[in-house]
């Protein structure tokens, strides 16, 4: 089988996309699928040249939209499978169509669809107009919840039985090396942000909370720029001596500031998966998260303190976990360790060559 993949980022571009389709891919090799993928010049902001990029070519995007003007170019007809991800963008929204009425079955992975408010209206009638068309020509959808499972019946009418649940898996980090040196360099606790900013990511709301926490003993480690930061708190956030920006940190970094902190803050508004909390879970850390229905229904409730997202509300919850105890803390995060067995790589595996065995012996939608 041969298959195309098509997606907006990929590496060196870092993020939970380009985790997510980067990990995807070790599935198609366990299937011994032949792939090919294609991005754009989209970047997330943080990047990392030292991933390899083998079997990928990125090609040149215009703004807004993703609009990619070479792509066609690019959709040939010798693919078996034309893997899309997302939907409402130049690249994935031609390429559907252009697979239309072809022998190529079409796969769909969404991430719900769009979830900020900028250019609202324009997404609007996308979304009213443009999205009914391209979901009717799709052979599948892979969803990572049941709740954004129901999103797609709900608002769109799908039928559930061309749609998917197959959440990322989540593997193992090792660090061969304890690292000592980096341990002795962290005198106090800490909590830890890991993410960028953007809209959905509450990195203000955050930090507004934690100024407000005088009385906390934990320090915040985050992994953005002070110059991310809303410069109407940025000076008062600089003046807390507790907080501390790292900016981008490369993997084995950011796995051993997860390793050495005491909890990890998980402030958003929107997730369809949610890669940090997984990653927090894999190192037995009890997590602060959002009150978002598709991380409650994904995590552990005896692992996970949830805030609605107030400056309120989270630094009630600041409070309330520094009060817990190191009992507490690390049933927390034995909890979340033990929910990671349902996002394992052979249950991924056995999802994956389910789903291709039904769209492949289907008659093409």
Request: with cysteine; charged share 25%; aromatic share 14%.
């Given at each position: 089988m041969k298959?195309?993949?098509?997606t907006?980022?990929?590496y060196?571009?870092?993020?939970?996309?380009?985790k997510?389709?980067?990990?995807?891919?070790k599935i198609?090799e366990?299937?011994?699928?032949?792939?090919?993928v294609?991005?754009?010049?989209y970047?997330?902001?943080?990047k990392?040249?030292?991933?390899e990029?083998?079997?990928?070519k990125?090609?040149c995007?215009l703004?807004?939209?993703?609009?990619?003007?070479?792509l066609p170019?690019?959709?040939k007809?010798?693919?078996?499978?034309?893997?899309?991800?997302m939907l409402?963008?130049f690249?994935?929204d031609?390429?559907?169509?252009?697979?239309r009425n072809?022998r190529?079955?079409?796969l769909?992975?969404?991430?719900?669809?769009?979830?900020?408010?900028?250019l609202w209206q324009f997404?609007?009638?996308i979304e009213k107009y443009?999205?009914p068309?391209?979901?009717?020509?799709v052979?599948?959808l892979?969803?990572f919840s049941?709740?954004?499972k129901?999103f797609w019946?709900?608002h769109?009418?799908?039928n559930?039985?061309?749609?998917f649940v197959?959440p990322?898996?989540?593997?193992?980090?090792d660090?061969?090396?304890?690292?000592?040196?980096?341990?002795?360099?962290i005198s106090?606790?800490y909590?830890?942000?890991?993410?960028r900013?953007?809209?959905?990511k509450?990195?203000?709301?955050?930090?507004k909370?934690?100024?407000?926490s005088?009385?906390?003993?934990?320090?915040?480690?985050?992994?953005?720029?002070?110059?991310?930061v809303d410069?109407?708190?940025?000076?008062c956030?600089?003046?807390d001596?507790r907080?501390?920006?790292?900016?981008?940190?490369?993997e084995d970094?950011?796995?051993?500031?997860?390793k050495y902190?005491?909890g990890v803050?998980f402030?958003?508004?929107w997730?369809?998966?949610g890669?940090?909390?997984?990653?927090?879970s894999?190192?037995?850390?009890?997590l602060?998260c959002?009150?978002l229905?598709?991380?409650k229904?994904?995590?552990?409730?005896e692992?996970?303190?949830w805030?609605e997202?107030t400056v309120?509300?989270?630094?009630?919850?600041?409070?309330?976990?520094?009060c817990l105890?190191?009992?507490?803390?690390?049933e927390?995060?034995?909890?979340?360790?033990?929910?990671l067995?349902?996002f394992?790589?052979?249950?991924?595996?056995?999802?994956?060559?389910?789903?291709?065995?039904?769209?492949l012996?289907?008659s093409?939608?």
């Amino acid at each position: 089988m041969k298959l195309l993949e098509l997606t907006r980022s990929y590496y060196p571009s870092v993020g939970g996309m380009e985790k997510y389709v980067h990990e995807r891919t070790k599935i198609y090799e366990r299937l011994s699928i032949e792939y090919f993928v294609l991005a754009t010049s989209y970047s997330s902001g943080k990047k990392n040249a030292t991933i390899e990029n083998k079997n990928v070519k990125l090609l040149c995007q215009l703004t807004p939209y993703n609009i990619v003007p070479t792509l066609p170019f690019y959709l040939k007809d010798e693919y078996d499978v034309v893997s899309v991800n997302m939907l409402g963008r130049f690249f994935s929204d031609y390429a559907i169509l252009h697979y239309r009425n072809r022998r190529q079955k079409l796969l769909l992975t969404p991430y719900f669809a769009y979830h900020t408010d900028r250019l609202w209206q324009f997404k609007k009638s996308i979304e009213k107009y443009l999205f009914p068309k391209l979901l009717k020509i799709v052979d599948a959808l892979i969803v990572f919840s049941e709740y954004e499972k129901q999103f797609w019946i709900q608002h769109f009418g799908l039928n559930p039985e061309i749609i998917f649940v197959i959440p990322p898996y989540v593997e193992n980090y090792d660090i061969s090396i304890i690292d000592y040196v980096f341990q002795n360099r962290i005198s106090d606790p800490y909590l830890l942000y890991v993410g960028r900013t953007g809209e959905n990511k509450k990195t203000d709301l955050l930090l507004k909370a934690f100024v407000n926490s005088t009385q906390l003993k934990h320090n915040l480690y985050l992994t953005i720029r002070v110059d991310d930061v809303d410069p109407v708190i940025r000076e008062c956030v600089q003046k807390d001596a507790r907080i501390r920006f790292l900016g981008y940190v490369n993997e084995d970094e950011k796995n051993r500031y997860i390793k050495y902190s005491d909890g990890v803050v998980f402030p958003t508004s929107w997730e369809s998966f949610g890669y940090v909390a997984f990653e927090a879970s894999m190192w037995n850390k009890p997590l602060l998260c959002s009150n978002l229905p598709v991380l409650k229904e994904l995590l552990s409730p005896e692992g996970v303190i949830w805030f609605e997202n107030t400056v309120e509300d989270l630094t009630n919850v600041l409070n309330a976990f520094e009060c817990l105890t190191i009992q507490e803390r690390t049933e927390m995060g034995k909890a979340n360790k033990n929910n990671l067995t349902k996002f394992s790589f052979e249950c991924s595996v056995r999802q994956y060559e389910y789903m291709f065995n039904r769209i492949l012996s289907s008659s093409k939608a």
